[in-house]
């Protein structure tokens, strides 16, 4: 069964500083990758996703994340970090027709 | 541009009480999904649902929870007698085929058993 997991539950940086989400997964079968944001009080949105094809994918608010199979590795970035960018991210992977599964998720604090 | 919504965002209700949370999916998904979330804890899958059936659900998912598409547009999850541990977050999603695509989420329910 695949599973994610989320090193750190809570990364804080400061604004302007390099943001550096982890997120490790397992699948028996090449997976589908996706990070999700949740702002407070909000719903799921999606961030970027990896299917197939170019392993470094390019998401939504400047986040890019990269597909390294050798370290079952799907890290999320932002050379940048905007106070707007504080929220909750989930890694979350598809196996085959499986549903989605979450990380516990990663909350992003960015200090002024 | 096309969103899930749900209905209410807050719910409180008294244990052993019976709860039905609504979901009105994308029109033109086929696939519909109930996840939740307990405060401080991961987004868990509950159920997938599709061709008015379910496809899939977890252990979460025992007797006391029931899934339907009463008409062409809602999809709802009842709990039928709520417990304190049912208190969470509760997400609806659509898709519109399984695999590798995205999933649309709603803004959730927080219900609030007491």
């Known amino acids: 069964a695949q599973s994610v997991t989320q090193l750190g539950s809570h990364v804080s940086v400061s604004e302007g500083a390099l943001v550096l989400l982890r997120c490790n997964y397992s699948?028996?079968?090449?997976?589908?990758l996706f990070w999700y944001v949740q702002y407070p009080n909000q719903g799921l949105q999606l961030l970027l996703k990896?299917?197939?094809?170019?392993?470094l994918v390019k998401g939504i608010n400047g986040f890019e994340a990269e597909f390294k199979k050798s370290e079952t590795s799907f890290h999320l970035t932002k050379p940048s970090a905007h106070m707007s960018d504080a929220a909750e991210y989930f890694c979350a992977v598809i196996s085959g027709n499986t549903p989605l599964v979450f990380g516990k998720g990663t909350r992003l604090s960015v200090i002024a | 541009e096309p969103e899930v919504t749900q209905t209410p965002s807050h719910q409180v209700t008294q244990m052993g009480q019976e709860v039905i949370l609504r979901c009105v999916p994308i029109s033109n998904h086929l696939y519909f999904y109930w996840y939740r979330q307990i405060l401080g804890q991961k987004v868990e899958f509950l159920v997938s649902f599709y061709n008015n059936e379910i496809s899939e659900k977890s252990e979460i998912f025992d007797d006391q929870f029931s899934v339907e598409r009463p008409d062409g547009s809602n999809f709802t999850l009842k709990i039928r007698s709520t417990k304190l541990e049912d208190s969470a977050m509760y997400f609806c999603?659509?898709?519109?085929?399984?695999?590798?695509?995205?999933?649309?989420f709603g803004q959730g329910t927080r219900l609030t058993v007491v």
């Open positions: 699948s028996s079968v090449p997976p589908y």
């Open positions: 990896y299917t197939t094809g170019a392993t």
């Open positions: 999603a659509s898709s519109e085929a399984r695999g590798n695509t995205e999933a649309f």
